[in-house]
């Protein structure tokens, strides 16, 4: 082992590294917690000022981590947790995770532009002895084709001088069975020695450590975590339709198939995908595929299903609205719920957005309720709007109530006795049985 290594090493098992985390979103800022309870020094890094001010102050802007424990790790005199928009404090740091968005282009092609723009910042100050992680999602070969010869460009030589690994991200935000500490970590080093140093530093703030034979292992498995989903969230979704058709209610099906103790798991239909995961990290993989000349057809496949889910939800809406003998044209409709999933306040790529898009394209009056979102933003789908307060006389004036997501802090029997017709995409009013529910 290099005099490099053993010092890092060393440093990282007595807790003396610094440790940097680029992106303090979802990811990074669980990260950044776990690392200072366990008594690192932390610098979060984030090109918007706004975040690095509200933790600098000691306030979260996300709703399952709480500000009481952002600010026990900013106090003074001695902070263990500083945020700055100055990259060149990354030459502080001991240890730098990467934990950036990686979109899709509108060509549904991956956008590499955060990792990109972030390798070539860590660049202008990597110096010898510094582990980098890069934990946002991407295609198997991103961190050996793109990061590895960007960084080697000074000439520091990767599992010598300085040391670089995957590890992806598993983070499920408002989940309360399993925790950033307690959800096994996969990591995958370029070198050995790079795999050896990835699994310590994350070995002291998770349980149980997972290492892989690469990097690109480590890439093409959060990848099939995702498509693992997606591809069964399609077949629920498809067979959702196909239930609808022979009145048939797929939510009993499923919840009788998964009696069965071996050999089922139950995914459940909804009205799309939503999160930054698993509405795209699929594509990375079909993007790639093509370098080889091989075709995901179930991969595209059930992209394609879910990505049509909110277009069958609105054709639903308007054959309940002319059971009623209204047109969808000029009705107002409430969303309920833009979050992507239930309890959380997560507005990526959340289908209710896109409800909302389609709804307005073909003339209604859209509002929305989340109780976790006071207001939702949509730069792609051109639109800001405010959360609007549930009450006996507001929302009987709507025409449609569409639950989109079923947080539990609604009285969907209410909701049901107040509303003149309710379209349900996600059996929250199972039990309640009433003429105007009409399951979507």
Known sequence: MSNTFNKLFNLIEKKDAVVGI????????????????EGFRVIGFDVDPAKTESLSKGKSYIKHIPSEKIASFVKKPSPSFEATTDMSNLK??????????????????????????????IKKYLRAGQLISLESTTYPGTTDELLLPLFEENGLKAGKDFFLVFSPEREDPGRIDFTTKTIPKVVGGITKQCLKLGSALYSKIINNIVPVSSTRAAEMTKLLENIYRSVNIALVNELKMLCDRMDIDIWDVINASKTKPFGFQAFYPGPGLGGHCIPIDPFYLTWKAREYDFSTRFIELAGEINSNMPYYVVQRVMEALNGEGKSLKGSKIMVLGIAYKKNVDDLRESPSLELVRILKEKGAKVDYNDPFIPVAVSHRRHFTMRSTKLTDRNIKKYDCVLIATDHSAYDYKWIVKNSQLVVDTRNATAGIKNKKIVKA
């Open 92 to 121: 502080k740091v001991d240890a730098i995770i990467i934990c950036v968005p990686t979109p899709l282009t509108d060509k549904r092609e991956p956008d590499l532009t955060y990792i990109e723009n972030t390798a070539k910042e």
């Open 22 to 37: 680029i992106g303090l979103g979802y990811v990074g800022l669980p990260i950044v917690i776990r690392f200072c309870e």
